[in-house]
């Protein structure tokens, strides 16, 4: 007598059921909103293979890539679905997203953060306090912050603005070995900016 087996229940999804799944072609669980196409998901009929494991270039079925990648025991990846055929990578999907992740750290870490630092006047700000403030806009251009100087009108003090310009000048010329005028003195609104960068090295 034959003996018939009964098909296992389908496997449930993780996450309370809230993210479906595919499956890697190692039998990795991949979740769906990752950034790239894997495996049964490409549905170009030919691809553009790259990357170690093929000759460059090589152009190929999509069933035939699947073949190549199971072969392997690897993942096919889309990497660019816009291209004529579109562009695919055999290679271990998780190692890839890990690779992908690394690379974009290094790439923020290697980006310069501007750092800018307000200095604020009045129009008849005394040489005391001028000084003072110079000071601190020495030591902020040496540690590679932008300063944005700022003279502010209150009341009827507008009608010194020109003194405003005056002193903001004063203040670039007093700085300008080791920094350089990114935006001339501006009236906005009730008050004056101008902004100060650090010069480069020789």
Same mark, same amino acid.
């Given at each position: 007598?034959? *003996?018939?087996? !009964?098909?296992? =229940? %389908?496997?449930?999804?993780?996450?309370?059921?809230? +993210?479906?799944?595919? &499956?890697?072609? $190692?039998?990795?669980?991949?979740?769906?909103?990752?950034?790239?196409?894997?495996?049964?998901?490409?549905?170009?009929?030919?691809?553009?293979?790259?990357?170690?494991?093929?000759?460059?270039?090589?152009?190929?079925?999509?069933?035939?890539?699947?073949?190549?990648?199971?072969?392997?025991?690897?993942?096919?990846?889309? *990497?660019?679905? !816009?291209?004529? =055929? %579109?562009?695919?990578?055999?290679?271990?999907?998780? +190692?890839?997203?890990? &690779?992908?992740? $690394?690379?974009?750290?290094?790439?923020?870490?290697?980006?310069?953060?501007?750092?800018?630092?307000?200095?604020?006047?009045?129009?008849?700000?005394?040489?005391?306090?001028?000084?003072?403030?110079?000071?601190?806009?020495?030591?902020?251009?040496?540690?590679?912050?932008?300063?944005?100087?700022?003279?502010?009108?209150?009341?009827?003090?507008?009608?010194?603005?020109?003194?405003?310009e005056i002193l903001l000048l004063r203040f670039a010329t007093d700085l300008e070995e080791i920094a350089k005028v990114e935006l001339m003195p501006?009236?906005?609104?009730?008050?004056?900016?101008?902004?100060?960068?650090?010069?480069?090295?020789?």
């Amino acid at each position: 007598m034959a *003996i018939t087996q !009964k098909p296992f =229940p %389908p496997r449930p999804m993780q996450n309370g059921g809230n +993210k479906p799944q595919q &499956q890697g072609m $190692r039998g990795k669980r991949v979740e769906k909103e990752n950034p790239n196409r894997i495996n049964g998901e490409i549905t170009a009929p030919t691809v553009r293979l790259v990357g170690e494991n093929v000759e460059p270039n090589t152009v190929v079925s999509i069933k035939e890539a699947l073949a190549m990648a199971d072969e392997m025991e690897l993942d096919l990846i889309e *990497i660019s679905p !816009k291209a004529e =055929p %579109p562009v695919c990578r055999i290679a271990d999907y998780q +190692k890839f997203l890990y &690779q992908q992740k $690394r690379k974009a750290k290094e790439i923020k870490a290697k980006q310069v953060k501007v750092v800018i630092k307000e200095i604020r006047f009045g129009p008849q700000t005394d040489d005391h306090d001028y000084n003072f403030k110079l000071k601190h806009a020495e030591n902020f251009i040496k540690e590679g912050a932008k300063v944005k100087a700022s003279v502010f009108f209150r009341g009827r003090s507008i009608v010194f603005k020109e003194q405003g310009e005056i002193l903001l000048l004063r203040f670039a010329t007093d700085l300008e070995e080791i920094a350089k005028v990114e935006l001339m003195p501006k009236l906005d609104g009730k008050k004056m900016n101008m902004i100060l960068a650090p010069k480069g090295k020789k």
